[in-house]
């Protein structure tokens, strides 16, 4: 199976950082990927799909990018409502592994 | 916009069946290119992916739960369920049903307990 992981596992920062969130897989997916934002208690959110297409409905200050094996999430100008953890999903093959998550927070 | 809602027992105990359903309202389970997916995730933990049912009613499984898993769907109650069994106290989760990555359930906890 493809293995998925994600750095870093955490990090801190500050309202209207950048940020940016990696996600790595260990064989190709083309742009087999998805992105998730989820809350303490909510179901996870979607964000992107096909790796860099931003779902309908979420701000424009998320975006993906990256092919193959590696792949970036980026948040321009961080907001209080972006503390979350986030997570990868690869949907090229089953299983649909997720990866370990990032914590973003303040 | 789909909602989807999970119900079924909140404890169960070890090496019994972990029944769950996946209720589909606002939209047909039949209607569209669409995978119904279980996703799992254990307190404090990150999430699992466990299996779908494709809108041509393949199903896939993860290969981590063997032959545990089994998916079903009732279209004629626009449903689909999972069952999972001789859980043990690692299976302890809320467990999620969602169309594709889009619309989610709200979960469901399920404690696997004596």
């Known amino acids: 199976d493809i293995q998925m992981t994600q750095s870093p596992p955490s990090l801190s920062a500050s309202v209207g950082d950048r940020v940016t969130i990696t996600c790595r897989a260990s064989q190709g997916i083309n742009n087999a990927l998805a992105w998730y934002q989820q809350k303490p208690g909510k179901a996870p959110k979607l964000l992107i799909y096909r790796a860099s297409t931003l779902q309908s409905g979420v701000p424009s200050r998320f975006s993906g990018s990256g092919s193959g094996t590696d792949f970036t999430l980026t948040i321009n100008s961080l907001q209080p409502e972006d503390v979350a953890t986030y997570y990868c999903q690869k949907y090229n093959s089953v299983p649909f592994t997720f990866g370990p998550g990032t914590r973003v927070d303040f | 916009q789909v909602q989807l809602q999970e119900s079924g027992p909140g404890l169960v105990k070890p090496s019994q069946t972990l029944s769950l359903t996946c209720v589909v309202s606002g939209g047909s389970i039949r209607s569209g290119n669409y995978h119904w997916n279980w996703v799992r995730q254990s307190p404090g933990k990150g999430l699992e992916w466990l299996g779908c049912i494709s809108y041509s009613e393949t199903i896939y499984y993860n290969p981590s739960l063997k032959s545990r898993i089994t998916i079903l769907v009732d279209t004629s109650k626009n449903q689909f369920s999972l069952r999972l069994d001789s859980v043990t106290a690692a299976d302890t989760a809320v467990y999620y049903c969602?169309?594709?990555?889009?619309?989610w359930g709200q979960g469901t906890l399920v404690t696997v307990s004596s």
């Open positions: 969602a169309r594709d990555g889009v619309d």
